[in-house]
């Protein structure tokens, strides 16, 4: 089903495999600091994300995932100096993990968090940076601003808003409490919830299906949902004009007419990415 051992990026810290035909997985292994997210890793992920997106690569759907039966414990400043805390904890947070946050949500193709276990702060939003998240059931998420007398970026409270209301993101930030997987399910901050043993399976399963649906489309549409969150009421008139050339190119594409040639005899597709 794979194709061999992973690769070892930012110093082993983040692993790379293809578990499935199309499907590419980025693995955080930070164990000694429980998958917190560095430098190394955070940058390792957004230049592997920027050749990933290339046409000539063969992705078509990135999992992200942890090691060691975690997701991530969120950004790395537990040891940074006292006397240089502020400095360095704000270039972390303003610079590498900004960056990985935005490629993913920049990333044209889907993209999955697969969480294994506890998902926290800088962990939970990149996370929600991908457009599905599958949970093992027995882990717990969280958003420990409030107890680390930490105000939260307005772009990452942002994204909690648009994912989950007002008023869960104001319980999720305001008593900093963690939260369960079937809690995070009825909120909507996770799509799928897996039993033990089930959380790999299931999330090659939807990857997969994703992986193999028509690229253009999933582009596409892609696109036209991340203009609608962007723009909080009415579209720009040239943002509108490119959502509507969007599907127009998409009724004049070779895909467009193998998917239905596909669907009325009942076989797979075989996508152009045209």
């Known amino acids: 089903m794979g194709t061999g051992s992973p690769r070892e990026l930012a110093d082993g810290k983040l692993l790379i495999d293809e578990p499935a035909a199309g499907v590419t997985r980025l693995t955080i292994s930070n164990p000694a600091k429980r998958n917190a997210l560095d430098h190394p890793i955070l940058d390792a992920i957004t230049a592997t994300l920027a050749g990933l997106s290339q046409l000539d ?33 704000e270039r972390l947070i303003a ?35 991908c457009d599905l998240r599958v949970a093992e059931d ?19 409270l942002r994204r909690f808003i648009d994912a989950i209301g007002v008023p869960r993101t104001r319980e999720l930030f305001l008593l900093g409490r963690y939260i369960s997987a079937s809690t995070a399910l009825q909120w909507g901050l ?45 579209l720009a008139p040239d943002v509108e004009e490119e959502l509507i050339e969007l599907r127009r190119t998409s ?19 075989n996508w152009q990415g045209r």
């Open 251 to 269: 009724f004049a594409s070779d895909d467009m007419r193998e998917g239905m040639r596909a669907f009325a005899e009942k076989r797979p597709a």
């Open 138 to 156: 027995d882990i717990k998420l969280g958003m420990p601003p409030a107890k680390l007398g930490l105000v939260y970026s307005h772009t990452g």
């Open 190 to 234: 996770v799509n799928r919830v897996a039993g033990a043993g089930e959380l790999e399976p299931l999330t090659l399963e939807l990857a997969g299906e994703m992986a193999g649906n028509a690229p253009l489309s999933q582009t596409g549409n892609k696109r036209v949902i991340a203009a609608l969150l962007h723009a909080h009421g009415e």
């Open 95 to 129: 610079h590498p993990f900004t960056e990985a946050i935005e490629a993913l949500e920049a990333f044209p193709l889907p993209t999955v968090a697969s969480l294994p276990g506890h998902t926290i702060g800088g962990g939970l939003e990149l996370a929600l940076a």
């Open 57 to 89: 690569s063969p992705t078509r759907c990135v999992v992200i995932t942890g090691a060691h039966g975690m997701f991530s414990a969120g950004y790395d400043i537990g040891e940074i100096p006292d006397a240089e805390f502020e400095e360095r904890a």
